[in-house]
């Protein structure tokens, strides 16, 4: 079994910052990709950040300069540092983790449970 536990949402005023993280646990015999994904209110979920197994950024436009992804292979943990949040950065955010099991011959995205991020105008 693998586990994903998410932390870090909340309320925060605009302009404000949060720190995301997501902890990966269980059978994991290596992680691949990880990356945060987000989904508001009638929207579909999309695509935040993500970060290659050599540590290679990639963001989306509307977070650029704003949040920084990192990573912890020791601690299988990815991070999400948002900074200069805005209203509409309202919503839920889930991380996603492309990782080998010791019970599986190939790698399979996992997804966390979801936290809740809040920016007040």
């Known amino acids: 079994q693998v586990q994903l536990v998410e932390s870090g949402g909340g309320l925060v005023q605009a302009g404000g910052s949060l720190r995301l993280s997501c902890a990966a646990s269980?059978?994991?015999?290596?992680?691949?990709?990880m990356g945060w994904y987000r989904q508001s209110p009638g929207k579909q979920r999309e695509k935040v950040a993500s970060?290659?197994?050599?540590?290679?950024?990639t963001y989306a436009d509307f977070v650029k300069g704003r949040f920084t992804i990192s990573r912890d292979d020791a601690k299988n943990t990815v991070y999400l540092q948002m900074n200069s949040l805005k209203p509409e950065g309202t919503a839920v955010y889930y991380c996603?983790?492309?990782?080998?099991?010791?019970?599986?011959?190939?790698?399979?995205?996992?997804w966390g449970q979801g936290t809740k991020v809040t920016v007040s105008s």
């Open positions: 996603n983790v492309d990782l080998i099991a010791y019970y599986s011959s190939r790698p399979v995205g996992y």
């Open positions: 269980g059978s994991i015999f290596s992680i691949n990709a």
């Open positions: 970060i290659t197994s050599g540590s290679s950024p």
